[in-house]
């Protein structure tokens, strides 16, 4: 993340001495990207961060793929992943589902009612999106509060852990890259503040309120990391003291939470093509989100999209709120995943074409991953396909 904050207790000159009432020195943590060259920030701990006892597998299951062959567009259900028997117990980091993966990002489902392992992802950053219900996340830099509708970054190797709150069961959808996710480049000066063009600021962004100082030994920490040809991995470690020892931090690397409600939705005469709705993006991938919104105002406008097809992009779109108007009577519904191959001509409806003209607005929320390497299918996928969808263009399947 761009821009600086500064939390908790630190000393005034970095990689100072930063001793506590009793004198005892914290240690000072350096976690950065890119080598000592990009974003980073200084947490100071009470013990020894890099400490551990123990280490051994964590046997990550579903994590293989399988292609997109014979090439269809496809819809998930995700929602028939976790039947409310299946959900009792589960927590919103082992409990993934793995419906969409490639070499540079992987899309996974939870529905969660169980506090999380303490866990980080070595491998890239992840972009959470909360469906429904709510939960604190307790990261090494602090708390962040999570509820429907909000986005939550967590930079490659934050540890963190997930607490689901209220009654109402915790709908992520995982979004994990194999690189960082920040905002596009276009929206940023070159200094790193977001513009006036975009659909966003940093007051929308909210980071860890305040040091957590968590105490215990022997921690178990959950962590992801790459095999050798670019496979998942898991890896338990039991560290010696908890790690959310840190009294304070600086710096412009750590997590933070943005809600889809305050992403502010270009309109215009003609319809606006998604990278007006892009939110982040990460390497060879995007994610936008299609908000509610007032719809093109030209006399003879059509409001649904025209038919396209991404040469250069595999399409995921989530519906995860309002009326989608473009595919009713597709069988997309709340929680569904469209997958839609690149270079396959997909679009409206048919009959939505014509029923949106004259519309003024669109109440519809969607989320929406393109890219820019063919997605494979995981297990999550397999489990909740649809059959009859590639077909609902054409209003009928194979001849038999
Ligand atoms: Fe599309």
Not at 134 to 139: G, H, I, K, N, W
Request: net charge negative; glycine share 12%.
């Amino acid at each position: 993340m761009p821009y600086y904050r500064s939390v908790g207790d630190v000393p005034p000159k970095r990689h100072t001495q930063h001793p506590d009432a009793d004198g005892r020195l914290r240690y000072e943590e350096l976690m950065g990207e890119e080598g000592f060259s990009s974003d980073s920030s200084l947490l100071y701990h009470r013990e020894i961060p890099s400490a551990i006892t123990d280490s051994r597998v964590w046997d990550i299951p579903g994590q293989g793929t399988t292609a997109n062959h014979p090439l269809k567009p496809r819809h998930l259900k995700t929602h028939d992943l976790f039947p409310d028997d299946a959900r009792r117990g589960t927590d919103a980091v082992t409990g993934r589902r793995l419906l969409l993966g490639n070499g540079d990002v992987r899309i996974g489902y939870v529905v969660a009612d169980t506090v999380s392992p303490l866990y980080r992802n070595g491998i890239g950053d992840e972009c959470v999106y909360v469906e429904a219900g709510s939960a604190t996340v307790e990261t090494v830099f602090g708390a962040l509060s999570a509820r429907a509708g909000d986005y939550v970054l967590l930079p490659r190797a934050t540890t963190h852990r997930w607490l689901p709150e209220g009654g109402e069961p915790l709908r992520l959808l995982c979004v994990e890259a194999n690189s960082h996710i920040s905002a596009p480049r276009r929206y940023l000066s070159r200094h790193g503040q977001l513009l006036e063009h975009a659909p966003y600021c940093e007051r929308d962004l909210h980071g860890p309120a305040g040091p957590l100082l968590a105490t215990g030994t022997d921690v178990e920490v959950y962590v992801k990391h790459r095999g050798p040809r670019g496979e998942v991995l898991g890896t338990v470690f039991t560290q010696a003291t908890h790690p959310f020892d840190v009294v304070g931090w600086d710096g412009c690397l750590y997590p933070y939470t943005f809600g889809v409600h305050d992403f502010e939705p270009l309109t215009g005469r003609l319809h606006q093509p998604p990278p007006a709705h892009q939110v982040f993006e990460g390497d060879n991938f995007v994610i936008c989100n299609f908000v509610p919104r007032k719809v093109d105002y030209h006399p003879l406008a059509i409001p649904v999209p025209y038919y396209h097809s991404n040469v250069d992009s595999d399409e995921v779109m989530f519906y995860c709120g309002g009326d989608y108007e473009a595919r009713k009577g597709s069988g997309i519904g709340q929680g569904s995943v469209s997958l839609h191959p690149g270079g396959h001509a997909h679009g409206p409806q048919p009959g939505a074409y014509e029923r949106s003209i004259g519309a003024e607005f669109f109440d519809e929320l969607a989320v929406m991953v393109d890219t820019f390497r063919p997605l494979e299918l995981g297990e999550g996928a397999h489990a909740a396909q649809d059959p009859d969808y590639a077909w609902t263009w054409a209003g009928r399947g194979p001849a038999s």
